[in-house]
């Protein structure tokens, strides 16, 4: 396991703390530019080759700016985090009261669910895991990511080889720092919600 796959979450948006965002544009609240503020200083990439990518999102775009002040990020939208369509900037109440049928659907099946106008979650894992199979499992270095929660949790169940269907079992806090260190093919979770690191 001699590369690391560094996966940091944005900082809190504008919207309300049990609302669910999904693709929505939102910026960084005053509250999540300080909290992406306080990783400035301990994040510290000193190893080569590293590539770092982001979001194209804005909250993860000025999550990135702030933290790493500076460096370049490819911006690539198969890190975006999933389109929950209908239920965008709703909490988990209100959707419950609105879309009952498709929420029981959801809780059944999580897998096969398409989000109301919005993304399936075969496809959210698909786009994601092109844009490991292509991106990153082949990159000789460490790679940095500044995305989402749901792509996050993703990527560790591809990566530990657990089934998607446990990606709830990942609690991924706004911001924090998560590693996987791997080899190419397979990798082992070695820091979840951690504030500092040096690669």
């Known amino acids: 396991m001699n590369r690391k796959l560094v996966l940091i979450r944005h900082a809190s948006t504008t919207a309300e703390k049990t609302s669910l965002v999904g693709k929505i544009d939102l910026p960084l609240s005053d509250e999540g530019k300080k909290d992406a503020q306080n990783y400035f200083g301990n994040i510290l990439i000193q190893s080569s080759p590293v590539q770092l990518y982001v979001s194209t999102l804005l909250r993860a775009q000025q999550t990135a700016g702030i933290m790493f002040p500076g460096c370049k990020f490819k911006a690539d939208a198969r890190i975006n985090e999933i389109d929950i369509g209908n239920w965008s900037n709703m909490n988990f109440s209100q959707i419950s009261e609105k879309f009952p049928e498709a929420v029981d659907t959801w809780t059944k099946h999580p897998l096969e669910f398409r989000f109301p106008k919005g993304e ?28 989402h929660g749901g792509v996050i949790r993703f990527i560790i169940c591809r990566m530990l080889n657990i089934g998607y269907i446990h990606h709830l079992a990942f609690e991924v806090f706004r911001p924090s720092v998560n590693i996987i260190d791997h080899d190419g093919k397979t990798g082992v979770l070695t820091g979840l919600n951690i504030d500092k690191l040096v690669i």
């Open 120 to 147: 399936g979650v075969d496809e959210f894992i698909l786009r994601i895991n092109n844009f490991l199979d292509s991106e990153i499992l082949g990159f000789e270095g460490n790679s940095v990511m500044v995305c």
